[in-house]
Structure formats: C-alpha cells, structure tokens
C-alpha cells in the first residue's frame, strides 16, 4: 500500500477499544484515537500505539452528537487525507430489570450503541466512497443475539447493529467497501474485573471454553475483518465468544 494507512477507532481509550488500537499500531499507519471521557486513558492508549511504532492522533467527540462527529471525520480527513478504517466500538450500558427501565437510559443506550455507528460511518463513507475502498467494522455483543435480563435496551441496540451492518454492506460492496462486525462474549475488562467472585465463577460456567475472552482476542478478529485477505467478506459477524453462542 502506497498511502499511509488510517484507522479510527471510537471508544479506544481502555479495554477492547485500546486492544483494537494496539493491533493497527504499525509503521506507515496512523491510529486516531476517540474518547469521550478519559484523557489520561486515551493519551496511554496514544503512547502504547506510537510505542509498537505507529502514529497515533487523539480525537475527542460524543459518537451520538451529530454535528461533533461530522466535524471529527472532516478533521480527520481534512489533515491525513484519507479514511481507511472504521471501528465502531464505542458502547455504554444503563442496566434495568425491564419495568423499572426508564425512558432515558433507553434512549441513552440506543444513541450510543447504535446511532453513534449510524452516524460514524455515515461520515465515513464519504471518504472512503470517494477512495473506493474502505472497512468499516462494528462491535456487536453476544447479548444481541442471546437477549440478557435486565438488559432490553441493550440487548436491542446490538441486535440492531447487525440489521445496519448487513444493509450498509449490500450497500457498498460495489465500492470495494466491506462492512462486518464482531459479536464479543464476556470479555476481561474492568467491568468483568469488579463483579464477585460467585458472579465471576457463574458467569464463566456458562461459556464452553471455560474462561473469559482477552480484549486482543477480539481485536485480532477486527483485525483479520480490515485486512486484504478478509475483501471477500461483507455483512458477516464474526462471534469471539468461546462457544458460549453457536449461530
């Protein structure tokens, strides 16, 4: 590839979006890394990419805040010239058993979850349309297709990525553009880390494997989806979840 490759990833600040980050960091390939909160993380997650020798931009905005996200994209294309990759990783919970799930964390939960990558890779495209090459990628959950309880809203906005992701690639193919997503099982994260030990050892009865996932792991499948070899692909979900769902 002659170009610098560019490769956005939102919600790259900590766990599987940092990992994601990490496996682009390589010569010749400029990582941007969105957060929306967190600096301190997304400017660790910036080092750890310019560590293993590739670039690394910071790029602060709400993924469900339209005219900041137009702006963000714009930005980005405006000063490197060019989009090659999209992850769509951002995500946010708002737990409730469903008669006591109020009306905002539904709404709170469907704008990020599922309008944010709505409206991130509507920006996207248009660089990568005019390219005629591009990934975009986006960060289902086993949730969204097993459902979970206490978990409607989102259960729901994961579901919906999937119906976005094959459209979107019936879509593009035609452009050389693919569109794919992965479906993580319980993965190690901060929020795996801080439930109880029953919890834990309840939670981790249920998957085959017999453990939790790495965040590299589902970064190495995201990885696999952007490349070359993976131009065939398109409108597929790719599940990292260790058996725990077979589709």
């Not at 058993?97 to 248009?126: H, M, Y």
């Not at 975009?136 to 969204?144: K, M, P, R």
């Not at 693919?178 to 994260?189: F, K, L, R």
Request: glycine share 8%.
């Amino acid at each position: 590839m002659e170009h610098n490759k560019v490769v956005l990833v939102t919600g790259a600040s900590r766990g599987i979006g940092r990992a994601v980050a990490l496996a682009f960091a390589e010569p010749e390939t400029t990582v941007v890394v969105n957060y929306r909160s967190g600096q301190e993380a997304a400017q660790e997650t910036a080092r750890a990419v310019e560590k293993q020798g590739g670039k690394a931009v910071l790029c602060p905005f709400d993924v469900a805040d339209p005219d900041a996200v137009k702006k963000a994209f714009k930005e980005v294309v405006d000063s490197l010239g060019r989009l090659d990759v999209l992850v769509n990783n951002a995500g946010m919970t708002r737990d409730n058993v469903f008669p006591r799930l109020k009306t905002e964390d539904w709404d709170l939960v469907l704008d990020v979850n599922l309008k944010g990558i709505f409206l991130c890779s509507q920006a996207a495209v248009r660089p990568m349309l005019k390219q005629r090459h591009g990934r975009i990628i986006n960060i289902t959950s086993v949730v969204g297709f097993t459902g979970n309880p206490g978990q409607c809203n989102y259960a729901a906005a994961k579901a919906g990525i999937m119906g976005l992701t094959r459209s979107l690639a019936r879509e593009l193919i035609s452009r050389n553009i693919t569109v794919n997503a992965v479906a993580p099982g319980y993965i190690e994260t901060e929020m795996t880390h801080a439930l109880p030990e029953k919890a834990r050892e309840a939670l981790v009865a249920q998957i085959p494997a017999g453990r939790t996932g790495r965040p590299e792991e589902v970064a190495a499948a995201v990885r696999f989806l952007a490349s070359e070899q993976a131009a065939y692909i398109t409108g597929q979900v790719l599940h990292v979840n260790g058996g725990m769902y077979m589709g």
